[in-house]
């Protein structure tokens, strides 16, 4: 099993920066994939950014040039820099980790893991 915990997240004003942190532990064998996601209020969970253990990047379109995706494979830690973060960045940050890792059935399986959310605020 994996474990996720999240930091980070806070109230900012417009044009400021946040930078998100995510950690996982457990009976990880391999991370295959990292990424984060957000959910607004009223709205659908959309996809941030994913990082993969190659370093490939993706972004979503609304944040190409002002968020940076970055991860520490030693520390099996992935980050999120947020700069000039506007008011429709305001959202719960959820971490997702693809990883195979050890079960409780001792069957190692690959498994799509989530945090349990950060809030990031962007408002003056």
């Known amino acids: 099993q994996v474990q996720l915990v999240e930091s980070g997240g806070g109230l900012v004003q417009p044009g400021g920066s946040l930078r998100l942190s995510c950690a996982a532990s457990?009976?990880?064998?391999?991370?295959?994939?990292m990424g984060w996601y957000r959910q607004a209020p009223g709205k659908e969970r959309e996809l941030v950014a994913v990082?993969?253990?190659?370093?490939?990047?993706n972004y979503a379109d609304s944040v190409k040039g002002r968020f940076t995706i970055s991860r520490d494979n030693a520390k099996n830690t992935v980050y999120l820099q947020m700069n000039s973060l506007k008011p429709e960045d305001t959202a719960v940050y959820y971490c997702?980790?693809?990883?195979?890792?050890?079960?409780?059935?001792?069957?190692?399986?690959?498994?799509?893991?989530w945090g349990e959310g950060t809030l990031v605020t962007v408002s003056s």
């Open positions: 997702n980790v693809e990883a195979l890792a050890g079960q409780p059935t001792g069957v190692p399986m690959l498994k799509a893991y």
């Open positions: 457990g009976n990880i064998f391999k991370i295959i994939r």
């Open positions: 990082i993969t253990s190659g370093d490939n990047t």
